[in-house]
């Protein structure tokens, strides 16, 4: 589905468009809500979902991708989120360190974990580089 | 420790140096590669280490914070070296993908939990994106 | 669905599976094959669902999500080509870059538009920096 | 021209200049502010050039190159803006997003224009990061 | 040495704890901010060392590591911190540049060579996808 | 100056264009690569600009951008390129290491130079995502 929007609405010097909440929310968008939040057994979505709205097919589709994905399965719901919290961190990105922090807080993560989990983090980011500065060549034992 | 470089090994356009092989390595070198290879269980030590031992303070602190850092602890080997790997695919290191891919099925990573772990990887990297597009700010929820 | 591997498939120092050609595919991975090959009008698909091809639920989704945001909609499909290739030069991906460079050729992109898109990611590149280092706060006219 | 900066100045516990107003600018950078400004039709520079301006060096070189290459040519106006915003995004830089995502609208980037950006952006940085873990090789194909 | 946490002190939904001030710290990370102090001649360590506390063995690990590689060698301090920042800035890490502006500015930087960092900073990150772009092959040269 | 290409020259399935050789370069492009000669003082260009030359005018901006920016200054040239070496290997471009620590040793940068400024950029690389994930606030003393 594309999203139309009536030409009166729009001017081109706008500012990022505010978030939806549920009250103003059109009937697909409130269906994708009321989804997480049963899923998630939680009374509102939190802000990501609210900016994303604005566009409800990358709303429908970047829920159910994250539904099946984070569903446990040969790796459980823990380990997903602290794979997904050690790539955010990685990025740099602000709202989904704090947001999967959370999340993987919820989801079972102690502190002894998240202390493990930011030095596997750092260690790898340091090695990364060595490697490419070193310019080292792949070991024939991992072609096979 | 510093490396001391004779100056008469310095020329100004030297190419970056081939890798030091046991049978090459000063004493030094040599104990780090034997407890790379009593730790890992292993014949050889990977190239990775054969570059870095050019700096024998970076080969040695590299590998001391390693056996510390991955160390099964709160998380065990198996989870810390996905970790590793998932870090490696974000950042693009075609080394540290192929021997952290090889480490983590070591480890007991099976296809199953790569194609898990691949997937929350990709998912991951771009709701960074959209959540940073979208400018959202951080839920007040994630900040107590 | 969730890929379910015979434990006696499983050894742990496997490195990555090679690629799963059409005449090797299970009829579930096939139809995203006949449907990538249909929708593009070629004859095979390339390496990159060959590879992806090892978890079929990946791969399905993956489609799925391209065809639906590759489509021509507010944006041209050479526009949105030309996005995909100036994410994937930032991000240095080399299979990336060749094969949505083809893309971006194969849907109009010609040499005097790639030499001006690359002028853009070049200099967007730099700029994002500057900012950064010169910590440059956001006017209050881009926060309305 | 390098900037020479009187030795009584220099502390050495100095924290990032302060932005320059026009009002305080050398004439040498109110000559690339007045160029700015008549260029973009706009009453002031945003911060970006007033951080800058500390450096009339790279102030100049950066206002000249990105007044070359942000001109319409084989691509438009909002088709640079949009592909600048695309890296902004991708590299997660907060400054650069606002200030181009506002000149990408008033470009003619409409919202579903926004949307479906966005969309290509988050499906790129994904799609980077699988063909990096499953270390797929370059096609034949792309090569000639 | 792990860090041992009572169970009754974990709540799943523990949002990050806050920083450790050298009142409430143990002596074990006393011993590491006495340290800190000494060496840097400051009265206080910074927010970075006060939140990395609730990891005892990683603050104790970063800290031997900082100490070590920040020591004037071949190359001096302010060298060393001038390279430290330039990879902040291409990073985006806010807390890091400010921290490592302030501390490459201790060290020696005037602004004049913090105007010539910036440039060469920008210019690298600009060529890097230059290079990227075009697909340019390693010159037979570098390679010896 | 805006490249022209004749539309019987264009074909949409093309690949990278392959580099420039002096031989067959325009005399536009001949005097860029006789001024890169010349201040370099080598005998032909390195294979970053013969790609760079299929657009003239990124091929002129970028050499005096260059040339501006890599001249010593406050900062004197091997410090110069060992920044430009540290962002490059940070982003992990594999020809901009290679090419760029060629002119860093030409410069003067020895292996002993060579392998502390490893040690800062892989130890800044682990600090930026501990700064990260962390959520560090910036110290207030940064702030002035």
New interface residues.
């Given amino acids: 589905m ?4 009536p030409p009166d ?2 001017t ?6 505010p978030p939806i909440e549920y009250s103003d929310a059109s009937p697909e968008v409130r269906a994708v809500y009321d989804d997480i939040k049963r899923t998630r057994q939680i009374k509102d979505v ?3 979902w609210k ?2 709205a ?2 409800p ?2 709303l429908k ?2 829920w159910e ?2 539904k ?3 569903a446990p ?3 459980d719901a823990v ?2 989120e ?21 999340a993987a ?4 993560m ?4 998240f ?25 024939p ?4």
């Avoid at 081109?12 to 468009?17: D, F, G, S, V, Y």
């Avoid at 102690?110 to 974990?113: D, F, I």
């Avoid at 034992?141 to 096979?144: D, I, L, S, T």
């Fill in positions: 594309r999203r139309h929007t609405k729009e081109h010097r706008m500012a990022t468009p939190n802000n990501f900016y994303l604005h566009d097919s990358t589709r970047t991708s994250i099946d994905i984070m399965g040969a790796l380990t997903k602290m794979i997904y919290l050690a790539v955010s961190v990685t990025n740099g990105c602000g709202y989904c360190i704090a947001s999967h922090g959370a807080r919820k989801a079972g102690t502190e002894a974990m202390g493990e989990l930011m030095a596997v983090v750092g260690m790898a980011n340091e090695t990364n580089r060595l490697a490419n500065g070193y310019r080292v060549p792949i070991d034992a991992f072609e096979k």
